[in-house]
């Protein structure tokens, strides 16, 4: 076993959900995934989160997404190395300043047809790369868009966690 995942063993409930929280803001997964402590390693955890996942619906996976920054978002990508939001999707802000201001503009037509900010898992993803999957994407309905968004959760999810095996 780990030692954080030992330290997250031996957290108090309290503790132990706000760490799940930083991993995905969804209450339900977090709250389900809490209820399957102790874990005895990375493989029981992992598989607890896609049970857990498989729990939620659509106000879950919104509640989830509310607690990403947006593909490119400027703020989000000033606040360093160390932040979450540099560490999966750093590669915006080495791309072309057109790819940049298409990905803001392309965002908020997103926002403004489906009602929830584009999600995808960056990691390993460029800019343009991630452009093309949006484009795509506004062509799909909501509901698709939705069941889509909610696979790219599970992901970026399950990176995070890996991450604390790391």
Same mark, same amino acid.
């Given at each position: 076993? /780990?030692?954080?995942?030992?330290?997250?063993?031996?957290?108090?409930?309290?503790?132990?959900?706000?760490?799940?929280?930083?991993? +995905?803001?969804?209450?339900?997964?977090?709250?389900?995934?809490?209820?399957?402590?102790?874990?005895?390693?990375?493989? =029981?955890?992992?598989?607890? /989160?896609? =049970?857990?996942?498989?729990?939620?619906?659509?106000?879950?996976?919104?509640?989830?997404?509310? %607690?990403?920054?947006?593909?490119?978002?400027?703020?989000?990508?000033?606040?360093?190395?160390?932040?979450? =939001?540099?560490?999966?999707?750093?590669?915006?802000?080495? =791309?072309?300043? /057109?790819?940049?201001?298409?990905?803001?503009?392309?965002?908020?037509?997103?926002?403004?047809? $489906?009602? $929830?900010? $584009?999600?995808? +898992?960056? /990691?390993?993803?460029?800019?343009?790369?991630?452009?093309?999957?949006?484009?795509?994407?506004?062509?799909?309905?909501? %509901?698709?868009?939705?069941?889509?968004?909610?696979?790219?959760?599970?992901?970026?999810?399950?990176?995070?966690?890996?991450?604390? $095996?790391?």
């Amino acid at each position: 076993m /780990s030692k954080r995942l030992e330290t997250f063993n031996a957290l108090t409930e309290e503790a132990a959900l706000v760490q799940l929280l930083r991993v +995905c803001t969804s209450t339900v997964w977090a709250r389900a995934v809490l209820d399957q402590r102790p874990f005895k390693d990375q493989a =029981a955890l992992l598989a607890a /989160s896609e =049970a857990a996942w498989q729990l939620t619906g659509e106000a879950d996976w919104l509640e989830a997404f509310e %607690g990403h920054p947006k593909i490119g978002d400027a703020q989000a990508l000033q606040g360093g190395a160390e932040t979450t =939001a540099m560490q999966e999707q750093g590669q915006v802000s080495r =791309a072309l300043a /057109s790819t940049r201001e298409a990905l803001a503009r392309l965002n908020q037509i997103y926002l403004d047809r $489906f009602g $929830f900010i $584009f999600i995808i +898992c960056a /990691s390993g993803r460029s800019a343009e790369a991630m452009r093309a999957v949006l484009e795509l994407s506004l062509e799909r309905s909501r %509901g698709d868009e939705l069941r889509r968004a909610a696979g790219e959760q599970l992901q970026i999810m399950t990176r995070r966690l890996g991450a604390w $095996f790391e």
